[in-house]
């Protein structure tokens, strides 16, 4: 016999339950993207691979190791599953002239994103995020905002323990300079470098500060730091968040060594983290990127943005008891015969014409067992038809969790008696009766 097959490893299914607690989430984040005026945007999955290596950046741990990137066996174009969402919204945005056309946009997507990391509790191969981008924004407003967005989402969700951390990249002159004098400092130092840090001492110094290497931690800890480099409108942006931040009651902590992993960050930079998921704490990440736009080809659009990582986002609501209950439907349709059969697809028809969820019973098995399945999927009310319901052309209606017993009644009258049912069940469910 061959070998069952499996997924991916680091690929999940989302089985039923589990689907269901995420449909419930991404109902409430629609309306609360929607209620910050943000408009969504669907990118395909695949992409050509030069975008990713030019927003993401060449020497960045998602391009040079993580890719899932093949040749189009057709015309031989290099094509990558995207990793994130940011490249391919701008590429779109400038695509469609959708800055230049309509001004400043907020957008959201989401979708899932394929990085090929070791897979772990919370770091997934294909993982899903939920992304923020708004283009043609200069101010810290926008940062603000986003960062406000964030917090009464977690506030909505019922999230506890979830920390913000803050930062400002600077401009690129900015960096220019606190580069070199990293540079100058690292080099003083080359000896002690792990070999990531040596191979990134003239290409990526920056990420040298984001080792997680404990030997070096002492070395990075006494580095220039990039607060130190910043000019006075980079101070004043960074400046002017916080106070939006204070304003606001949101509490902050300013992490200098915080510099994400994708280049085309500048200025404010933010991670939520916690400490409640293990060592994969960071729900929510992004920042400003005032330059990728231009860099992909568009004309200069100030932009800022953030994604949450769904996953990880869930497991934490689930710790917070916020799980969704289970989809029921309103009735249950049981039926045994032929005429019974043709009778209660009609009644299931009419009933969802009037906006009631039905589950029809399909296949055989006798009135005892489908009552059984009717009580297992949680309806509310029953529909029992069998030959003598059908020849009278009528239909036993019967509650399965409120008080009163089994009926018959019309066919036209069906909707208007469930309608009773169902409404009499949920003033007992609050007990207001
Ligand atoms: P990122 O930090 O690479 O940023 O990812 C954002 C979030 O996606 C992370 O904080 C995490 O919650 C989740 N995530 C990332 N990798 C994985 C994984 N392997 N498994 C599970 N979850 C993961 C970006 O992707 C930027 N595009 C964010 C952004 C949007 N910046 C500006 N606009």
Not at 151 to 178: M, T
Not at 302 to 320: H, I, K, Q, Y
Request: contains cysteine.
């Amino acid at each position: 016999m061959s070998k069952t097959l499996q997924a991916v490893r680091g690929m999940n299914d989302i089985l039923p339950d589990d689907a269901e607690t995420w449909e419930h989430f991404e109902d409430l984040v629609r309306d609360w993207l929607k209620s910050y005026g943000y408009r969504p945007i669907r990118m395909p999955i695949v992409e050509p691979t030069p975008l990713f290596k030019r927003a993401i950046g060449e020497v960045t741990d998602i391009v040079e190791k993580e890719m899932y990137s093949f040749e189009d066996a057709l015309n031989g174009e290099q094509l990558t599953l995207r990793p994130e969402g940011t490249a391919s919204c701008v590429r779109a945005a400038i695509q469609h002239n959708l800055v230049a056309g309509s001004g400043p946009q907020r957008l959201y997507y989401h979708g899932p994103m394929f990085r090929h990391e070791r897979p772990q509790k919370g770091r997934y191969r294909q993982f899903h995020q939920i992304g923020v981008e708004a283009l043609g924004f200069t101010g810290p407003d926008i940062d603000a905002e986003h960062i406000m967005m964030c917090a009464r989402l977690w506030d909505d969700l019922g999230l506890e323990d979830v920390n913000l951390e803050l930062n400002s990249l600077g401009s690129a002159e900015e960096r220019a300079q606190h580069r070199a004098a990293l540079i100058a400092y690292l080099e003083q130092h080359q000896a002690r470098l792990d070999e990531d840090g040596k191979r990134r001492l003239y290409t990526n110094p920056l990420r040298i500060l984001d080792t997680k290497n404990p030997e070096l931690q002492d070395l990075v800890e006494a580095a220039p730091r990039l607060a130190d480099y910043l000019g006075d409108e980079s101070r004043a942006h960074f400046q002017a968040v916080q106070v939006l931040l204070t304003d606001a009651g949101i509490p902050f902590r300013i992490n200098h060594r915080l510099v994400r992993g994708l280049d085309y960050y500048n200025r404010t930079v933010f991670e939520w983290v916690t400490t409640r998921l293990g060592a994969q704490g960071t729900v929510c990440a992004g920042g400003r990127y005032d330059g990728l736009v231009e860099q992909l080809g568009g004309k200069p659009t100030p932009a800022a943005g953030f994604a949450m990582g769904v996953e990880r986002l869930l497991a934490l609501w689930r710790e917070s008891g916020g799980e969704s209950d289970r989809v029921r439907p309103d009735v249950y349709v049981a039926h045994l015969g032929e005429q019974a059969r043709r009778l209660a697809f009609r009644a299931a028809e009419s009933l969802r014409t009037h906006g009631f969820a039905v589950l029809l019973h399909c296949g055989e098995g006798s009135f005892k067992s489908q009552m059984k399945k009717a009580d297992a999927s949680g309806a509310a009310v029953a529909l029992v038809i069998g030959e003598d319901e059908a020849a009278a052309g009528e239909i036993g209606l019967k509650p399965l969790r409120g008080p009163g017993g089994q009926q018959r009644i019309a066919l036209e009258a069906l909707p208007e008696a469930v309608a009773g049912l169902l409404y009499t069940e949920e003033e007992d469910d609050d007990g207001s009766v």
